[in-house]
């Protein structure tokens, strides 16, 4: 079966700083990856994905996500992160690739960043 | 474009009683979810429907919830009886997906957030 793991709880950065939040992953098969944003109260929002294709994605409000088949991570990074971007954040992954589009999460990452 | 709506946004329960959510999708997405989030958790896949089918209803405690979508467009989540362990956000998504294999992202609705006492 298909999984992510998030393997930091919490990533705490200065305003201004880079910001890197992990997500690695196990699949069978070609693996289409997500990132989604949770700021409180408020739904998920989606960040970018990896289907094919070019190994650096870039996704809205200025994230990028690094696929990496021989480490199977999925990375999402910020060069200079803002204070707004402290959220909740999920990495996911589809199951089964060919399958109807259901997605697995990862327990999520809390970000804070300080000014 | 608007989004995907749910509602009510926060409901109150007493255990053993019934509740009903209710989610509208984006205009034109075949495929709609409900997904479960328990507190320090990622979301969890209940139920998702491709039009008026269920195609994946294999998480959804089938003793105590139920779901149906009227005429391929909304869609209502029902919990009776309720537990404690039901507390919990309740979460729509939608997707354009028409077949399976579909590589659409999903978009959320703000969930609703669900306190049995």
């Known amino acids: 079966a298909q999984s992510v793991a998030q393997p930091e709880d919490q990533v705490n950065v200065a305003e201004g700083n880079p910001l890197t939040v992990k997500c690695t992953y196990s699949v069978s098969g070609n693996p289409y990856l997500f990132w989604y944003v949770q700021y409180p109260n408020r739904g998920l929002q989606f960040l970018l994905k990896y289907i094919t294709g070019d190994n650096l994605v870039k996704g809205s409000y200025g994230f990028e996500a690094e696929f990496n088949k021989s480490q199977t991570s999925f990375h999402l990074k910020k060069p200079s992160a803002l204070v707004s971007d402290s959220a909740l954040y999920f990495c996911?992954?589809?199951?089964?690739?060919?399958?109807?589009?259901?997605?697995?999460f990862g327990a999520g990452t809390r970000l804070a960043v300080h000014p | 474009e608007a989004g995907v709506a749910q509602s009510p946004r926060y409901k109150i329960i007493e255990k053993r009683q019934s509740v009903a959510f209710w989610c509208n999708p984006i205009s034109g997405h075949a495929t709609l979810y409900w997904y479960q989030q328990i507190l320090g958790q990622g979301p969890k896949l209940l139920i998702q429907f491709q039009n008026n089918g269920v195609v994946d209803d294999s998480q959804l405690p089938k003793d105590r919830f139920s779901a149906e979508r009227l005429k391929g467009v909304d869609s209502t989540l029902k919990i009776q009886p309720a537990k404690l362990e039901d507390s919990a956000v309740y979460l729509c998504?939608?997707?354009?997906?028409?077949?399976?294999?579909?590589?659409?992202?999903?978009?959320f609705g703000p969930g609703t957030r669900l306190l049995v006492l």
């Open positions: 996911a992954v589809r199951d089964p690739p060919g399958g109807y589009n259901k997605l697995i």
């Open positions: 998504a939608s997707s354009y997906s028409r077949t399976s294999g579909g590589q659409e992202t999903q978009y």
